[in-house]
């Protein structure tokens, strides 16, 4: 069963990228991984919880054999502004020292996230430090961070569905869709 805009009664307001082009993005994203990291020993972490579904099927399409580890933060800001102060809710469970680390992220919005994380993992002193995300938007395309892997550049809109969320809702979506305005108050 296909799942599209119209499932979602009214709640979504557009389907921004389809499963199938998720699916073909991430198969591309993997071929590139792969060849990077050929002979070497790969640890891939998601950043919870957006991070979950790029995580699963990215892994899957892999054919480099990784090792998988978590990090959640939250980031505090006075209302929906991100200040770029990050606290660590769960911690990697592996010392990354010496080791081939690729964070995976679904959205890079502000970039404030990212910058946090490459600089705290950066300081573990891994052997090389990346990233790949699913989105970008355009704030974060103006940060000097250094993101490897970008699956697809987004307009300036609140996505969610496939990892992303609106208050915990529309995080099992196949797809990446815009909301409604009615539903976030606008
Ligand atoms: O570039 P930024 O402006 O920092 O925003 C991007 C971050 O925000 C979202 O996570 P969030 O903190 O909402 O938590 P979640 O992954 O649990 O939804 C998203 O998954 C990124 O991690
Ligand atoms: N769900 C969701 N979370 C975000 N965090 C930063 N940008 C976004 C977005 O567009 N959607
Ligand atoms: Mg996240």
Redo the contacts with the bound molecule.
């Keep these: 069963m296909r799942v599209d805009a119209k499932d979602m009664g009214t709640d979504l307001k557009s389907v921004l990228i389809t499963k199938e082009e998720i699916d073909a993005k991430l198969a591309e994203l993997a071929a590139k991984v792969d060849a990077e990291y050929a002979g070497k020993d790969l640890l891939i972490v998601g950043?919870?919880?957006?991070?979950v579904m790029v995580m699963a099927d990215l892994a899957r399409a892999l054919s480099t054999p990784v090792t998988m580890d978590w990090m959640?933060?939250?980031?505090y800001g006075a209302g929906t502004q991100?200040s770029g102060v990050v606290r660590i809710l769960k911690d990697l469970d592996t010392d990354i020292k010496g080791k081939h680390v690729l964070i995976v992220?679904?959205?890079?919005?502000?970039?404030?996230?990212?910058?946090w994380l490459l600089s705290n993992l950066g300081s573990r002193e891994p052997a090389s430090l990346e990233v790949c995300t699913l989105l970008r938007?355009p704030?974060?395309a103006k940060v000097a961070i250094d993101v490897k892997w970008i699956g697809f550049d987004i307009p300036n809109e609140f996505v969610v569905g496939y990892?992303?969320?609106f208050a915990?809702k529309y995080?099992n979506l196949p797809f990446v869709g815009t909301l409604a305005p009615h539903v976030y108050g606008g």
Excluded at 47 to 51: I, P, T, Y
Excluded at 105 to 115: C, F, N, Q
């Design positions: 950043v919870l919880k957006g991070a959640a933060v939250s980031s991100s992220e679904d959205i890079i919005d502000s970039g404030l996230t990212l910058s938007k704030e974060a990892g992303l969320d915990e995080r």
